[in-house]
């Protein structure tokens, strides 16, 4: 459960990090992205859910989506 925390915390920080417009030239900064990305990817057990998303009266689709890391999958 411990891990799961720090990969929520994570996905957290990449959501936050993916709001940002990072330059080019920073290249500190597109590697602490590439390391959050990366570590979600290669760590985390997706626990895979779908969920239905209504956009309307009568229209909507379904996402799934491990709400551990919060990636979609189609
Ligand atoms: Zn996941």
Redesign the pocket.
């Known amino acids: 459960m411990d891990r799961n925390n720090r990969?929520c915390a994570l996905s957290r920080i990449k959501t936050i990090l993916e709001s940002l417009e990072i330059p080019e030239d920073d290249v500190e900064m597109r590697q602490i992205c590439d390391l959050v990305s990366n570590y979600?990817d290669t760590k985390?057990?997706?626990?895979i859910v779908t969920d239905y998303i209504d956009i309307g009266p009568d229209k909507g689709y379904t996402i799934r989506f491990?709400d551990?890391?919060?990636?979609t999958f189609s």
Do not use: G
């Open positions: 990969l979600l985390c057990e997706h626990h491990c551990v890391c919060m990636r």
